[in-house]
């Protein structure tokens, strides 16, 4: 079998149409592998002699994130980025926010470390703190709720 251009985008059509990233297929010497969506893989040469074992390719782990109650009151104010949440400016230092404090939009309400930059995560809406929902110094994942405003 030759492994020419019409039959190589109708193996490129297939990976399209049923979510792949990537086909393989040998014809003795022969050998093609396609794979879409990795831009850091560079494609080697198939040695003639290849081992016949299919590819299992793991589907990725997804972690559930924490549920929340199904009610709450009053607004989120989530995380922006992927860190670290810390309440106050310093171990020492008063918090930035309580429950039961009012704020107006624009105050400083935590910070959020990441990648050892201390990121002001600041307000958008005004009101009254009603729940603070991360420990200090707990791990926050991108969009997920710090406290509620109402």
Not at 24 to 46: H, N
């Amino acid at each position: 079998m030759k492994f020419d251009t019409d039959y190589i985008e109708k193996l490129a059509k297939i990976i399209a149409d049923n979510s792949l990233t990537e086909i393989s297929l040998e014809d003795g010497e022969q050998a093609i592998t396609i794979r879409k969506d990795l831009p850091e893989v560079i494609q080697a040469e198939v040695p003639a002699v290849a081992a016949q074992a299919p590819a299992i390719q793991a589907a990725p782990a997804v972690q559930a994130a924490p549920e929340q109650s199904p009610v709450k009151k009053g607004t989120p104010i989530t995380s922006p980025m992927v860190g670290t949440f810390y309440k106050s400016p310093s171990p020492d230092a008063a918090p930035f926010v309580t429950v039961g404090q009012t704020i107006k939009q624009g105050d400083v309400v935590c910070i959020v470390e990441a990648m050892k930059l201390m990121n002001e995560i600041e307000s958008e809406v005004a009101g009254k703190v009603v729940e603070i929902c991360v420990e200090d110094g707990q791990p926050v994942e991108f969009g997920q709720v710090l406290m509620y405003v109402e």
